[in-house]
């Protein structure tokens, strides 16, 4: 099984930039899968998470209105769509997928529980 990130990049505070996790060795809409980051001294948070039941989608307070994960199955591709980007967005981006389907897992209390990680992609929003 491998996720893999990529999109990341460097943008101005209040630019967009778009994420894209592939998968291969598994099929994401089977799992819940999401996206974490983690900041330099800070613990690892997650962003959001879909579902795998119903495709709920969860997002993190601090995104909340700003960013959009979507998959597409036919691709097996998840998506991270951030918008109105702050500075202290800026972290590695790390794509996630587990098989027991519930976004529970993707939470700063449970993630070390989580059954498959990508390698992170690097977001930095600067001047």
């Known amino acids: 099984v491998q996720l893999q990130a990529f999109g990341g990049g460097l943008v101005q505070p209040g630019g967009s930039l778009n994420l894209s996790c592939t998968a291969s060795g598994l099929t994401m809409d089977s799992h819940a899968v999401g996206w974490f980051r983690q900041a330099p001294g800070k613990e690892r948070e997650a962003v959001g998470c879909?579902?795998?039941?119903?495709?709920?989608?969860y997002y993190a307070d601090s995104v909340k209105g700003r960013f959009t994960i979507s998959r597409d199955n036919a691709k097996n591709t998840l998506y991270l769509q951030m918008t109105s980007l702050k500075p202290e967005d800026t972290a590695p981006y790390y794509c996630a997928a587990d098989r027991r389907g519930r976004c529970s897992y993707f939470s700063d209390q449970f993630h070390s529980l989580i059954d498959y990680w990508g390698q992170g992609t690097q977001v930095t929003v600067s001047s």
């Open positions: 879909i579902r795998r039941s119903d495709g709920i989608i």
